[in-house]
């Protein structure tokens, strides 16, 4: 299975600051379709997850674009620029390039 | 709006069967993957079973292959994880979501294996 590691794993941040989150998976997960198989989520306290960016960097349906995804290969990272109280929760990684799809540990982000 | 309701939780003793149903609505059910994705007390996410579009394809995580069956009644809009053999380490919310990759997800609905 493949492995993902988030960086750090918890984070605090100040309101109007940017927050950035590392994500590596222990192989590529570019795909001979070309397509980039790396989302990100976001479990705000007491509900369920949220997609926030899927195949990277696009941002799904209703996202801020302050979310924004970038990286390739094992390396990916996401910004929040201008962090606001409402972003704060559990932030995911997960891969979906093959089964199983794995998630990596969650980073949880804090509102100094 | 796309909405998927879970249900059928509860509290269950090692060794038992619970059968999760998730309701879906506000999109084309037929034309998308489904998945359930479990969450332990305090932990993180954990993906546990897919199904294509019209059911002959599906897949589970090792840990529950052989006691887990998923499946779907497109007619109903809805999805079932057919939870057998269950033990402590499977009590988790499970949450139903659309798409391959999750994207619409409920609420979770919370299974407790326990004596």
């Known amino acids: 299975d493949i492995v993902m590691t988030q960086t750090p794993l918890s984070l605090s941040v100040t309101p109007g600051q940017s927050a950035s989150i590392s994500c590596k998976s222990s192989?590529?997960?570019?795909?001979?379709?070309?397509?980039?198989?790396l989302y990100w989520y976001l479990q705000k306290p007491g509900q369920s997850p949220q997609l926030l960016i899927y195949e990277v960097s696009s941002r799904f349906s209703g996202v801020p674009d302050r979310f924004s995804g970038s990286g390739s290969g094992t390396d990916f990272t996401l910004k929040i620029s201008r962090v606001e109280a409402e972003d704060v929760g559990v932030y995911y990684c997960?891969?979906?390039?093959?089964?199983?799809?794995?998630f990596g540990q969650g980073t949880k982000v804090e509102i100094k | 709006e796309v909405q998927v309701v879970e249900s059928g939780g509860g509290l269950v003793q090692p060794g038992g069967s619970l059968r999760l149903s998730c309701a879906a609505s506000g999109f084309t059910f037929s034309s998308y993957w489904m998945t359930w994705v479990r969450q332990a007390p305090g932990k993180g996410l954990e993906w546990v079973a897919n199904?294509?579009?019209?059911?002959?394809?599906?897949y589970y995580v090792d840990s529950v292959k052989g006691r887990f069956t998923i499946s779907r009644d497109n007619a109903k809009n809805s999805l079932y994880l057919q939870m057998n053999s269950l033990r402590a380490e499977d009590t988790a919310v499970y949450y139903c979501a659309s798409r391959y990759a999750p994207t619409y997800w409920g609420q979770g609905t919370l299974v407790t294996v326990s004596s």
């Open positions: 192989q590529s997960l570019l795909h001979s379709d070309g397509k980039t198989y």
């Open positions: 997960m891969h979906g390039i093959h089964l199983p799809p794995t």
């Open positions: 199904i294509n579009q019209d059911g002959s394809e599906k």
